[in-house]
Every structure is written in C-alpha cells, then in structure tokens.
C-alpha cells in the first residue's frame, strides 16, 4: 500500500464513522449508565457456572459433619461403582500434592500458621472441611455417590469460645495451642493518658461472625491441553490466585492461565486461595479432562470464608469538656479453624482506624488472633475498618451521654479541622485531605437534625411507647490498599501497586486493559469514561479488558477499595504516555516542534495554526508506518504501573433516625442520610450504587445477621431460611449526598468509595437504637438488634445491656 493509498484508507474509515469525532463533554463526573448492564441484566452474562467444556465432569466434595474430628477411615469405593461416577478420592489420595492453603499476611514474630490441606487427611477442624470428592457425568450423579462414601471419625472437643480456647487446659485446635498471634502497638504516654482523667469510658462490644452473600455462588471449572492449565474461577483475584496456585500445587506459573469471568459480587469473599480451586486443579491434571465443581448455597453458608467475629474491650480517657486524652483497645479475633490468605491481617487493618477522625494524646492497640473451631474469618466489605469505626464511634456516644452533650457536639471537640490536612494522626497514618465540617453540616441539614431531637424530647416528655433514636457516625477509613513499601513493613505478602495498559487500534478504537478485576463494580464504564477524557476519544470508542491473566498479564486485583485510586491511575498514566508518543509522531507529521503543540478534545494542534492531527488519526498513521521519525515505533500503545505514596482517606457522616417499639422491640428505620466524600467522582451514578449497597451490608449487621453456631461446633444459620439477609422491603430510603475534598495522593484526586457505606451505617443505625433507650438505663444492645434482643433490654434481661 502506497502513502497515497493510506491516506485515503485514513479519509474512508473517518468517513464511514469508524473514527468518531472526539467528544465536546468531559465524561469524568458524567453520571454514564453502565456499559456492563445490558449483558448483565438480560441474562448474557459469562458466569463460571455458565461455561461447559468438551468432556467436562462435575465434582462434589463430601464435607465434615464434626467440628472437630480424627479421620480414622475414609472408604470411597462403593461410591466408584455407581452410575455416572469416574472417580473418587479422599484427602490421603492428594496429601503428597496438595500442598497447603496459603496465608499472606504473617502480622507478628510470634504467629502460628498450621498447615490448611484443601482436602482433610487425618484430622478436621470445623463443620464443612472437605474429607472426599466424587467425580461424576453430571452434579447430582455426584452428589448421590456422596452418600456410599464411608467415613469413621474419632471425636474431638469443640472449641467455640475465644476466651475459654485462651485458658489454659483448654482443648487445642492445632498441637501449637490455640493462640495464632498476639500483638500490640503503643503511641504516646497511655498510662499519663489515663491518669487523673476527669473521664473514663469503659465498653465491651461484640462484632458477630457474618455470612457473605455474593449473588454469585462460587463456581471452578479447570482444563488442561497436556502441560499447560486453565483455570476459571468467580474469584476477585486472578492474579493473585494464579501466583498462590503455582506456588501451592507446584504447576509452573507460566502454564497457567486464570481467568474471572463475569463475576456476581464478592464482598471480600472471593479475595481468596479455595480449597475448591486447587482440588479442580489437580483432579483435571490427575483425569485429563475439564473438571468444574458449583458451590450451592447451603454449602456457600459453610464454606465461604466468614466475617467480622471480635471481641472489642474498649477504654477512653477524657477531660472534664469531652477532649479525649488516651483511648485503649483490646481485642480477641476469632480466625476460625485455619488462617486464610488474609485472615490475620484483618483485625490489624482497623488498628490504625480506631483513633479514626479525632485526635487524642495516647493510644494503644492490643490483640490476639484465637482459633476456634469455627469457619475461618478474612476480608469481607470494609475488613477490620467497619469493626474498627463501629467500636470508636459507639463510644463517642457513650462519652457524649456521660457529659450531657449532643453526639455532634463530642465529636466537634475533637475532630481534625479541614484547616488541619494533611494531619498525622496518633497511630501514625498522615491523612492528606478531609472537611469533616462540611459533609456533617450537610447531612444534619438534609436529615432536618434540631427538627429531630425536638419531636425525640417531646416523645420521652410524653412518655410514648414507640421512641424517636437518632444515630450519628462521623468515620474515615484507609482505603487503596498500597503503597507497597508500607505493606512490606507490615509483612504483607504482596505489593500494593496496579497495571493498567492502552492500545491504539489501528481504526482509532481504544483498548483498555486493567490489572484489577471488577465484580459488580462498574470498572469497565468509570475505566472508559477516565480514558476518554485523557485521550479525547468517544466513550463509546473504548472498550476494557479485565480478568485474564493472558490478556492483562499483570495486576494486584480488586479489594480494600483500591481499584480506581490504584488502577484507574494506572490506567490515566498509561493514557499520558500514549499521547507523548503521538505527540513526536503528530509533531513529524506536521512539520513543527512537539513544544510548538497543544493538546485538545483529542487532537494536537500547532499554536497559531489551524493545522491539527486527531490521536485516532494518528493511531492509523503508526499503523501504517509510511511516516516515522527516527526513534519512533510503528504503535501507540503504552502501560504504566502506580504505586502510591500513600493510603486514600474518603470521610462522611450518617445520620439515621429510628422508631423503636419498647414493647415489642421492634426497630423501624425512619430516615437515614449519608453525605459522603470519596474526593473527584468519576460518575455519580456508580458512587450512588455503591454507596446503597454498603449502606444495606451495614444496616444488615445492624439489624438482622448473625452467624450462630451451637456448643458443638454445628452451623445452625446454614440456610437462607436461617441466616436473615434483608430484602429491599426491610431497607428505607436513603438520601445521599456529597462532599469533595480532592485526595492529594494521586492525579485524579479520587478517594475509595467501595466499602463507605457498610462502614458508617452499622454504628450509625445502632447509636440511634440505644439513643432512643437510653433514658431506659441501656447503653448497649448486641448486634443484631433484633426485636427480642432490643425488648430485653428494655426489660433488663439477659440479651440487653443496661447501665
């Protein structure tokens, strides 16, 4: 093809439309519907559980009835006879290959990590642990065959109790005992803190285990062409995963290739190395052939990963005008029978949160990690910050009714002031930039605050059986989970930095690929709208590419509300170095210096001329390559790789305004506002989602879920019709609102916005519930304030706590 040729190929594709005119609207604050939703919402979507391979099998995996248990014998052959059925294991079939479930985050010298086998071979720790599998044509053939498999156990004692597990004589969960780590960090003079002060607020709170419900089982399918694997897995985590499952299983990393399909919600719960996934890796190297296992719910409800589950004991010293002098905690974590990829670290992830947006003189962070022999706990939404946050403003509650002043008021005497930033903090984070002042001035405005605490005087005044509660949470959290080098002192496993690469394509069409893995989150829209602007291209000229390891080879994936702060900039550098490269080849094509250009709604232009070269003309042009300039290469393309200085710091208040029924207990959610800053919003629509989402996670806890188990170790809320999950009709209407403060850490001035919401409104809702009781004498109910538990309270019987 001739330069003369190009060029008309160059005027027919602008012609025919196939190079869009560059927008004349900035997309980032553009409130986009998502790109995603007509796939996902009409039902062409690509779940795990969706795919089929030629000659693939199903597994089941029979699990422990025990809690605790030696496996004495394990007898798969009966079940290798019935129909259907090409295989059968127990754990000792894999013990020589099935390595260990690895744990990334080694917080302290003293921790204990015992061996976690996918599969059980000689002992099981918690109800649920897998002890067999049966491969079968199809998952109900399989799941029959579980039933002819034989298994004798040897009872153990349950360990259910974190501070009966820590006295000693207590049955051990593991031969190293039954402490995992102990650890404590001290700022400033505690003791001189506590001495002397006019006020000390002295609480015990209860986080309770919870359930993760992603919309989206967990679902494997593994494949292998001979010495090379593929594995699919609705997992947040592809890149990690295929790290952690080369070093597991011994496969080697460059032959294998994960892949996140679409991926219905996460919450933590899939930031995960499963046992299911290594197993259908080794069955599928063991049988040639594509192996998939699909998690049902009840088994979901065992065998995913819990949450939350701490006992915080928490004391505040103050001054005789609400100045916080010292603030002490001490927590036990339950970690459940195993530590998971991440499961000690979550507690130590709220230890710099528990001071949150005040500043004080002292502070000191105790806490023990204790196996129980329970689920594991790890990540779920907010991960050691909404138990953090729950604790500290619960407490300035309780200091607000020892002095007699508004809960808006205790915290006004004590937060950091916008004229403050950046501010380091007691427990030693620098937090770049906040208006707590605004965002609490808005959100009392909206929830109509003096109107409120007026009709709650004249009710208590009246004496009315249903009490007005009003709740306050003014909260911070650390999110975007880098930079590397403070993950690195805190013994992290892995770096905190993301990959983000551009493609020009030859027609001017853009190419995305992102190293994070999105599960509900709107990357693909907020992605594109922040490449459009960089670039000048149209929205809808770019399209991004996420989840496979074989298209975008490097990345740290989703969690801890990292995603846009870390690979969106990523993403916005790698734009920047796509137009320098375009620059030098439109400053050739134009006859001028590259300084003598000026780059606007995608296209350069020589000052003073009107001489212009567009970024997708000029993507045909390094196509072609009929034109180059010494040193320039035939394409555009370009990636990059951030690594912050620092965490992001979005902040907010919740109000929420309760009826509370003090003769049936019953707790009716009024109103509740949420004002929010999450720094320069990408898209309105996408932070309203999110915001609602966590909103709902955090009223959940509040009110309705729990994990339970009995005195022996049986899950008894292994079911949706026991595990209480919310439905929109138990949910008010939310008004949310925002400020914006913009992050000085990174270019786009953008905070975390993931895990906001179920941050704020848990201690929000419950604040509101004992505000509206405590002229009752209580000054606590346990989460969930369920309608018995609230009732007695009021009654002063076992399940409330009074004064």
Known sequence: MTELDAGLVGEQIAESGQIA????????????????????????????????????????????PMAHARITRVDVSAAKELPGVLAAFSGRDFADEQGSLPCAWPVSEDIVIPDHPPMAVSEVRYVGEA???????????????????????????????????????????????????????????????????????????????????????????????????TLWSSTQIPHVLRVMLAVTTGIPEHRLRVIAPDVGGGFGSKLQVTAEEVLCLLLTRRLGRPVKWSESR??????VHHGRDQIQHIRLAAEADGRIRGLRV??????????MLVTPGVPMLGASMFNAIYKMDAYEFACTGVFTTKMPTDAYRGAGRPEATFAIERVMDELAAELGIDPLEARRRNWIRHDEFPYTTI??????????????????????????????????????????????????????????????????????????????????KVEVITGTSPHGQGHVTSW???????????????????????????????????????????????????????????????????????????A?????????KTIQELAFAAFTAHDLPEGVEARLDSDATFDPDNYSFP???????????????????????????????????????????GIAQGVAQALFEEAVYDADGNLLTATMADYLLPSAADLPTFTTDRTETPSTGNPLGVKGVGEAGTIASTPAVVNAVVDALRPRGVHDVQMPCTPERVWRAVQGTRGGVRS
């Not at 001490?330 to 530590?339: H, I, N, Q, S």
């Not at 989703?558 to 550098?573: K, M, N």
């Not at 350069?604 to 212009?612: I, L, N, Y």
């Open 21 to 64: 005119e560059p927008t004349g609207r900035g997309e980032i604050g553009r409130a986009r519907r998502r790109k995603e939703d007509a796939r996902l919402l009409t039902g062409h979507t690509r779940w795990t559980d969706n795919l089929q391979q030629p000659g693939m099998v199903q597994v089941m995996f029979l699990r422990s």
């Open 131 to 229: 002890v067999a599998c049966v491969v079968a044509t199809d998952r109900y053939r399989a799941a029959d065959a579980l039933e002819a498999v034989e298994v004798d156990y040897e009872p153990l004692p349950a360990v259910m109790d974190m501070h009966d597990a820590l006295t000693p004589g207590s049955p051990k969960v593991h031969e190293g005992g039954n402490k995992a780590f102990s650890t404590t960090i001290t700022s400033g003079d505690v003791e001189a803190a506590f001495r002397d002060a006019p006020v000390v607020i002295d609480r015990t709170y209860i986080q309770q285990r919870l359930i993760p419900s992603a919309m989206e089982p967990r679902a494997v399918l593994a494949s292998t062409d001979g010495d090379t694997f």
């Open 298 to 303: 009840s088994e979901g409800n065992l065998t």
């Open 330 to 339: 001490e927590l036990l974590a339950d970690m459940g029978a195993y530590l």
């Open 427 to 508: 427990s030693g984070l620098t937090y770049d930039s906040g208006n707590y002042e605004a965002a609490t001035e808005r959100a009392m405005a909206l929830f109509g605050y003096d109107k409120l605490r007026a009709e709650q005087a004249d009710r208590r005044d009246r004496g009315d059986p249903v009490q007005l509660g009003i709740g306050v949470s003014t909260y911070t959290e650390m999110c975007g989970l880098a930079p590397s080098r403070l993950l690195g002192m805190a013994n992290y496993g892995a770096g905190g930095w993301e990959h983000g690469s551009v493609r020009m394509l030859p027609t001017g």
């Open 528 to 602: 594109s709208q922040i490449a459009a602007d960089a670039l000048g291209v149209p929205f809808d000229d770019i399209t991004v590419l996420h989840g496979d390891t074989a298209v975008a080879h490097k990345g740290m994936d989703t969690y801890g509300s990292r995603s846009l702060v870390i690979g969106g900039v990523a993403v916005l550098q790698a734009c920047e170095k796509v137009k320098d490269k375009a620059r030098k080849l439109a400053a050739h094509l134009l006859e001028c210096s590259p300084d003598d250009l000026e780059f606007e709604a995608g």
């Open 604 to 612: 350069f232009k020589v000052r003073g001329t009107g001489a212009s």
């Open 651 to 693: 902040h907010g208040t919740h109000l929420c305004a309760v009826e509370v029924d003090t003769e049936t207990g019953m707790v009716r959610i009024r109103s509740y506002v949420a004002v929010d800053d999450v720094g320069k919003v990408i898209n309105p629509l996408i932070v309203e989602g999110q915001v609602h989402g």
